[in-house]
């Protein structure tokens, strides 16, 4: 580390704000904020999502595909090739052997010094190739005259935000492990002396030694991590205990049931309500009649039909004079959403309107001026809802949908703003994610659940094939025959970083390539980079038929609904999670045409992504999928979030944690009559106010 930097660390404490680390401006504090990154010791509490191993260089010449790893060698050749795709080739070689490292995106510069000759370290997933092994876009760093070698800690990667590359985020850590000082312990003198510290926790978190096991690391079982994962359950119990003591004396509106309602609703509707509809709607119905907020949790596989039981309770709520909204995730799911219950709503004579952050300044200016006056009954948005701008006249019911995309205090932010005089909105919440019976099992429960455990009938279960890329130009041409029968298709492209950017760079190669392959099909695209206009219109070009294929990234990942689409391909399978591959999937099977889903892989795929891809053809069942995926997480997860579905968890995993919460109980117990100081500040270590929410 440079020696200005060490006298800076100097004098700093943990509770100081990062903002005084070397590096750090204005500018990276905000993106530090979307991470919930307020002090020094607030980076501390960033958990990696995996490790990876840079502490020395393999020989390349006993390298296995799947593999992640550093090599290290010279180059022997850099050459621009152009195929179906132009890329920057860079062989290294090292004496044992050579591979061949891959660059679809590269700049001069970036060309300029990959020159033959130079020593390169570089560390990426090992693949084969159509010229034997290669990586592509690995991480890379000349070698010059006074390295220092590999590193000397295994590498954590954590999860992190647009804008903030990983190397920056692993520095700032390490300046924050440099200040002097143990980090505040809240749990000193309760726990016995078989824990470790809660500051060498911290350490061996962020920079384990280089002779740890990777898989004892990931898989969260060392007694570092679960020192810290206990401190994680003691805060979430301190404060569900808090709010679930706040809620036992909040009152709500009471929306009455009315059987004529009931009817004009379903003679609106397209189609009958299943059976398993029908029951959850009545449990709704119940909660909504009664003095109490209703806390519900909706869970039901992708494709259930989960919308028409919020849109139900929406009416009621309408029906009572009163207000409710729907928050979706994203903002192409929120109009989604909004034309689905317009469409819905149209015959009953009732408006929605929609709320996104996207909108143009007028129209934004209407929708605001509507919800406040109260003319407007039913709303649809993203997390803008919640925002200061915003204000309701009398908000009864807020629906929020794939909840496991917001955090808990942005649902409190908005019941806050649906709070009238001492009334509390009821809530109802809606995901595809199966809660873990341990889940249901512990203190953390205290949500009613409804499940929707049946399919609209006559949906055919959607076939699964796994394809090794090489098939791929037989697939383009059964594109094109499943086009011209009037169906229509998604083919979703890879995912080459965590960044929008790229990925929406490479949707566009894709697209390219597919419309001169398929002249006679009408091809569209859709990606987290286009602007929401441009994409609300295609995605309803798509819906009208007018559009045959829509290439697209992981955007369309959650709730997008098209039921004429009956084949889903999906590039690069081997790099997303089961319950992506299941969301992904579940756009299709939707309507009455056959569906099939299929999977493009690289060759050479790891031991943990040929399961995942043979779990997918296996089963369509989301449970037995979601069980899996508890399973598969840990070693070699690329993209994971630790979400149960009701609490965010950074580092604890309710499945595995499960044997600490006897203790986590008993030293909750113990904090709230013996160290009341202790609370807030626990708290606000794990959890961070509703306050740092509005703000992103
Ligand atoms: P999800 O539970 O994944 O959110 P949606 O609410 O989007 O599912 O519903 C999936 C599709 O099924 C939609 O096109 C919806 O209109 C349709 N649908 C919902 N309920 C029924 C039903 N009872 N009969 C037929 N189609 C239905
Ligand atoms: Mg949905």
Not at 496 to 516: C, F, G, K, V
């Amino acid at each position: 580390m440079p020696a200005e930097r060490l006298s800076k660390a100097k004098g700093l404490r943990l509770d100081d704000p990062a903002i005084r680390l070397s590096g750090v401006g204005p500018d990276l504090m905000r993106r530090l904020g979307r991470l919930g990154v307020e002090t020094i010791g607030d980076l501390l509490c960033l958990v990696p999502l995996r490790y990876e191993d840079r502490t020395e260089a393999r020989r390349i010449g006993a390298l296995r595909p799947g593999e992640k790893v550093l090599v290290e060698g010279g180059i022997e050749l850099a050459e621009v090739a152009f195929g179906r795709r132009r890329s920057l080739l860079v062989r290294l070689a090292d004496g044992t052997g050579g591979i061949t490292l891959r660059f679809f995106h590269f700049s001069r510069q970036q060309q300029a010094g990959l020159a033959r000759g130079t020593r390169l370290r570089a560390f990426g997933e090992v693949r084969a190739g159509p010229t034997g092994l290669e990586m592509v876009h690995p991480e890379y760093r000349a070698i010059a005259a006074n390295d220092t070698g590999p590193e000397t800690t295994l590498t954590p990667v954590y999860p992190t935000t647009e804008g903030l590359q990983q190397g920056r985020l692993r520095r700032l850590i390490g300046q924050a492990l440099a200040v002097q000082g143990d980090i505040e312990d809240y749990l000193d003198g309760l726990l016995d002396g078989d824990w470790p510290r809660l500051t060498d926790a911290l350490r061996l978190l962020h920079q384990p030694p280089r002779d740890s096991d990777i898989r004892v690391l990931e898989s969260r079982r060392h007694p570092g991590q679960r020192r810290i994962a206990l401190e994680e359950l003691i805060a979430q119990r301190l404060r569900l205990k808090q709010s679930r003591a706040l809620e036992a004396t909040e009152r709500a509106p009471v929306i009455a049931p009315d059987p004529a309602l009931g009817a004009r609703f379903a003679k609106a509707l397209p189609f009958a309500l299943t059976r398993a509809q029908s029951r959850v709607v009545a449990e709704v119905t119940g909660d909504l009649a009664l003095e109490r907020p209703m806390h519900r949790l909706l869970q039901g596989d992708v494709g259930s039909g989960k919308t028409v039981v919020a849109a139900f309770a929406m009416y009621l709520a309408a029906g009572s004079g009163l207000q409710a909204a729907l928050m979706a995730p994203t903002e192409l799911l929120a109009e989604q959403h909004a034309a689905t219950l317009r469409r819905w709503f149209a015959p009953l004579g009732i408006d929605v309107v929609l709320l996104t952050g996207a909108m143009p300044a007028a129209a934004r200016r209407d929708a605001l001026a509507a919800i406040a006056s109260g003319e407007a009954r039913l709303v649809v948005g993203t997390h803008v809802l919640f925002q200061e701008a915003v204000s309701f006249d009398r908000l009864a019911l807020i629906v929020v949908d794939e909840q496991h995309r917001f955090g808990v205090e942005q649902r409190l932010a908005l019941k806050e703003k649906g709070a009238h005089g001492d009334r509390m909105p009821h809530q109802l919440t809606m995901t595809a994610t199966p809660i873990p019976r341990t889940l249901a099992m512990t203190a953390y429960a205290g949500l009613d659940c409804s499940v929707i455990d049946e399919l609209p009938a006559g949906r055919e279960p959607v076939q699964t094939i796994a394809l090794p890329r090489g098939k791929r130009p037989s697939l383009v041409e059964r594109v094109a025959a499943h086009c011209k029968t009037g169906a229509q298709a998604y083919w979703v492209c890879p995912l080459i970083e965590e960044s929008e950017h790229i990925d929406a760079q490479a949707a566009e190669a894709l697209h390219a390539e597919l419309r001169t392959a398929l002249p006679g099909t009408r091809i569209g695209l859709v990606h987290g980079r286009l602007r929401s206009d441009a994409r609300d219109a295609l995605m309803r070009s798509f819906k009208t038929g007018e559009i045959d294929l829509l290439v697209a990234t992981t955007v369309i990942e959650v709730g997008v609904d098209v039921p004429n689409a009956s084949l889903m391909i999906v590039e690069g399978a081997e790099r997303l999670g089961l319950a992506q591959l299941h969301q992904l999937r579940g756009r299709v099977g939707r309507g009455q045409r056959r569906s099939s889903c299929v999977l493009l892989y690289e060759p050479g795929l790891s031991a943990l992504a040929r399961e995942r891809i043979e779990i997918m053809r296996r089963t369509t069942d989301g449970f037995v999928i979601a069980e899996k995926d508890l399973e598969l997480r840990g070693p070699g997860e690329v993209l994971g979030t630790r979400q149960t579905g009701l609490l965010e968890l950074k580092v604890a995993d309710l499945q595995q944690d499960a044997d600490l919460l006897p203790l986590v109980v008993e030293i909750s117990d113990r904090l709230e009559r013996e160290h009341q100081e202790r609370l807030a500040p626990l708290v606000r270590r794990w959890i961070k106010s509703r306050a740092d929410y509005a703000k992103v």
